[in-house]
């Protein structure tokens, strides 16, 4: 989808003379898209594009006390962000006590009995082993806090895990982009993403004169992937001159919500092994499994070492999911894992260009790798704000796929994880029309219409790929009162396809 | 200086096949760095490079009870991190105390009487506009917060700022970084950078394959910049092909501490005009100037708006440094001015893939840009603590360089500014030979042997760059007790000089 932003939303200062080049002196050429670097035009990424520029406008107007709108709240689905406003999902508690403990230390004593003594010892152990969170830490993050995230490793995985393996960052995306960008020796560089992807990894391999090798995922088995798929895509991209290096993997998957089996993880180990290929593994719903009883997550460190395979791995963690929803904070890690020192030492290098990630973000990642245990003051707490929200997203989610099949010329794997749907919807030819007519993807034209109509914000599927003549949506199961709000999407959907049928 | 890391700090996986090539199955290679972006591996960041890693290792000893060592404790002068352990600078009491409530609003209640009123007020009118700290923010950063930064500007410059022209970031570095990847279009563009710089200019350079065009600061003027100067490596780099697309400015000055002239400040913007440049102004001491009442700052927003200079311009700011020092709350802007808005929405889509700057980081930029004013219950305390700050830095560098001219080879132009000495060093013939044996330039030789007798860690010259057969190193003024650490400083360059002549 291509990105096109509201005139309104780049107001240039008031101060910018109109005519430009009227009054340039001398030899003084303006500053216009062509003197800047092409290949950073092409990057798209449709979770903060068109359709999120004009929801946002929508809601300034409302605020404003426009009446004009058939709808009175704007809801933005499109982007996996569970504390905005509207959808409100509370932060867990503890997070917030240490961390307020660690902006003001003060605070333990000078409010006496407010915190609870867990969290005072967290903040307390914290302060001893950072200083000031108002300082720089280590490039790679606070050596305490990644032998923690070492620790909570080791355990998911029953195989061990050491700190200097983990690079702490703002939020996966940040590592994702300096991991493609390592991997990119030259514009015949290709890395294999999943169609559907999210779209950082286009966004990254644009930005880095890198070629995307793009490998469809089944919708018919339940957004499965399979080595076939990725076989075809690495035969099709050598035949094209690209040089493959890298296998992208989300699992659990976004936009799809699929998680893979073991078996499979074990293959695509396998496939990276045979066609030397670094496998990149963002894992950043692992937390977010609906029915983690018969879905539970196995990560590929876990196959990687289960197989003692030699395939170089990066996996991607993040706090802006799970039931931390802590995007706000930015903080994340990502493990290497079969990496040699040299390269290790690379992207200590390249990280500390950029000091340190925020501490903030590292104290979250301390909070979600060492939440409270059994018995401590803060557990009960805890576990009944994590459940609540574990189950509410699992109803919604059950809610939403069950409504949205139940509608004509729609369908929707009911996905097992991460905080999406990915719903089908049948187009029809005249909708499809209108949408070339507007210069616009016919889905981008039906979220743009559902927007219009309800104030719901979506992503169009064509912003994440998809089988040339489908068309999807993704949108978020975040929303509360998921009645009223897939009301809302399912009379949209029937006006649509009675205008255009 | 080349960045060669301790193997010891490298500890890869315990797991790791120690001979990887006699384990890989099949066709697998390991990823070794040929198979990397050999652009990257041209990095070099000297503040957290060799030095600073061995520093580290140092601090690491002293912990685990070494007493081989001959001194007690390590002192990190390599970098402005005025609250890191052992420099301890205080946070803002106001700033901490608006981020605690920030962070869990429900203190206001719990702990009544805790917080000073307008704390108290500020919390609750962020809280109104941002919601929850743990949501993603507006790709630019919260609209609130970025009116007070225009707000900041237009009182600081006398002319109109607004918001839209404002991008927060994760600190100044991710700007500087995001704005050189923008203007390099070809391998032959070329970015004016001071030299002595701040090795974050090469750093960015080198990562998107632009090529530094290097122009001398005089250090027999007090560290000046000169039209002169930069004319002339203009016509030097046009004569090797290359294509100048901006000029970089650091005022006040790193590592130098230079303050500019309005009349430098005029000429700077009319060359910028002639040569169509973009000028990207790294601002970030803008509060950090000794003498303030002889040495006022005056920014180039300022004096482009005063020229009605229709010249592109960049300016960037950050928290980390000033009296707040907040380096781990990862928090600037940079304000677009004269900027045309198709360029202006690349930046904005640009920094949306990255989703937005983190929250903590934007609290403190709307701490900085919104003190306490006269007459509010927190402003006596915020005073006191600036004005201490202030005060102390101020001592240290007149102390220091005034101590640091009175050695015999070395000499040092005592700032008005930033938070830095950046001392000229003669290093005897001698020495010059030993570093070389080593392997070594001859400063890094010095600052090496200086970390090695008295555990403080400084930047040699050649991380910043300097003129051919000149020798310096860069020094924080931050350190305390000051007396006993240049005292150390003058007994090792005696001893350094005795040992080599």
Redesign the interface.
Known sequence: MA?R?K?S?????????TN?SS???????????D????Q??T?Q?AV??ELAIKA?EYRDKLRQGDSSLPFDKVISSN?G?????GL?QP?I?FT??V???T??PA?AE??PG?FPSDVVARAKELAEEI?????????QGVPFIRKGVAEFIAARDG????A??IFLT??A??GV?LLI?????SPESGILIPIPQYP?YT??LA?HHGRPIPYLLDESSDWSTSVESIETALAEARSQGTTP?ALVIINPGNPTGALLTADTMKALVKLC????L?LLADEVYQNNLHRAAEYPFTSFKKIV?ELQS???LVSFHSI?KGVS??????GGYFE???????????V???V??????????QIGVDSMVRPPKEGEPSYALWKKETDTIHAALAERTRIMAQRLNALPGASCVESPGALYLFPKIDIPPKAVEAAKAAGKEPDAFYALALLDATGICVVPGSGFGQKEGEWHYRLTCLCPGVEEYVGKLEQFHLAFLKKYE
């Open positions: 990105l932003l005139s939303l780049l107001r240039p200062s008031s101060r910018l003379p430009l009054r340039l002196p001398g030899s003084m050429k303006p500053l216009t898209l003197a800047l670097n092409a950073l035009q990057v990424y903060r594009g946002e982007i962000n569970p504390q905005q406003k409100d932060p508690t917030r006590q961390a307020a403990l902006e003001w605070l000078l409010a407010v200083g000031s969170i108002g300082a720089y830490s280590h490039s195989y061990p895990a050491v200097n393996d703002a939020g995306s940040v982009s960008n390592m991997l990119i020796t950082l966004a990254a930005q290096k092994e045979e066609h030397s670094v070492r030699p395939v170089p802006s929803g802590e995007c706000g904070r930015r290497l894992t079969n990496i040699a020192p040299e390269v290790h030492a690379l200590y290098k390249l500390s260009v950029g000091l340190c990630p925020p501490l903030s973000g």
